[in-house]
């Protein structure tokens, strides 16, 4: 685990737009936060693939009026050069949970874009 100081903004960047995104019932740009080959495992939903399925994920959610998403207790772990591993809790207005492992990597932009997506609903608000 390393201090968010020590994050590169890139990384940082990613996770902002994506849950602003989400806060603004952007699916699109929800999707655009991943990489065009990503996973995403959603527990207890299934596992998706690509931006497509993983747009039509987020659509899904949004249109059952899911907003609001914040994160707390958040760590970041250095896997190489180009990856950060992000772990956190997450609320919502309807629900809780953790994110298990976001795999943000670093693309040839200079963004950073999330190939594994691996968060869990551990309840209902």
Same mark, same amino acid.
């Given at each position: =685990?390393?201090?968010?100081?020590? &994050?590169? &903004?890139?990384?940082?960047?990613?996770? #902002?737009? $994506? !849950?602003?995104?989400?806060?603004?019932? *952007?699916?699109?740009?929800?999707?655009?936060?991943? #990489? *065009?080959? /990503?996973? =995403?495992? /959603? +527990?207890?939903?299934?596992?998706?693939? @690509?931006?497509?399925?993983?747009?039509?994920? $987020?659509?899904?959610?949004?249109?059952? @009026?899911?907003?609001?998403? /914040?994160?707390?207790?958040? #760590? $970041?772990?250095? !896997? *190489?050069?180009?990856?950060?591993?992000? +772990?956190?809790? $997450?609320? =919502?207005? !309807?629900?809780?949970? &953790? &994110?298990?492992?976001?795999?943000? =990597?670093?693309?040839?932009? @200079?963004? /950073?874009?999330?190939?594994?997506?691996?968060?869990?609903?551990? @309840?209902? +608000?």
């Amino acid at each position: =685990m390393i201090l968010s100081s020590q &994050v590169p &903004v890139a990384f940082k960047n990613g996770i #902002t737009k $994506w !849950k602003s995104a989400f806060n603004q019932q *952007d699916a699109t740009g929800c999707s655009a936060q991943y #990489t *065009d080959d /990503a996973i =995403m495992h /959603a +527990r207890p939903f299934g596992t998706f693939t @690509g931006t497509e399925e993983i747009q039509a994920f $987020w659509q899904q959610i949004i249109d059952s @009026g899911y907003r609001d998403v /914040a994160y707390q207790n958040t #760590t $970041w772990e250095l !896997k *190489d050069d180009n990856c950060f591993i992000l +772990r956190s809790e $997450w609320t =919502m207005n !309807k629900a809780f949970g &953790v &994110v298990h492992e976001e795999h943000w =990597m670093l693309q040839p932009d @200079g963004t /950073a874009k999330l190939a594994y997506d691996d968060f869990e609903v551990l @309840g209902e +608000r």
